[in-house]
């Protein structure tokens, strides 16, 4: 079993930048695809971000693309998501989720992974 963590979330302005970090304790992620989702107070999860398990592809909610940068760390047990140009809309809960192996089809849909994180708040508020 995989237990992601997520880290980075706190309070910015709008049109700030927060790096947000996905580990999991004891493993490596370089096998598993990981992706970024959040969810607001009384709205569904939304997908933000993903890294495909296999090649170098990665994928982006048309919300933030453009805007938001996923990546892998050097050691290969850190995922990042980078994110600039921080709006109001962009405030929620964000949550790392890891999986063996989803589907292309189902990259951006959250029942495709396995594991998920506690996840971290982002607020960006003037």
């Known amino acids: 079993q995989v237990q992601p963590v997520e880290s980075g979330g706190g309070l910015v302005q709008p049109g700030d930048s927060l790096t947000l970090s996905c580990a999991a304790s004891?493993?490596?992620?370089?096998?598993?695809?990981v992706a970024w989702f959040r969810q607001a107070p009384g709205k569904e999860r939304e997908f933000v971000a993903a890294?495909?398990?296999?090649?170098?592809?990665?994928y982006y909610a048309d919300s933030v693309k453009g805007r938001f940068t996923i990546s892998r760390g050097n050691a290969k047990n850190t995922v990042y998501l980078q994110m600039n140009s921080l709006r109001p809309e962009d405030a929620a809960v964000y949550y790392c989720?890891?999986?063996?192996?989803?589907?292309?089809?189902?990259?951006?849909?959250?029942?495709?992974?396995?594991?998920w994180g506690p996840g971290t708040h982002v607020t960006v508020s003037s």
């Open positions: 989720a890891v999986d063996s192996g989803p589907i292309l089809s189902q990259l951006r849909v959250p029942g495709a992974y396995a594991y």
């Open positions: 004891g493993r490596t992620l370089a096998n598993y695809a």
């Open positions: 890294f495909r398990r296999s090649g170098t592809n990665t």
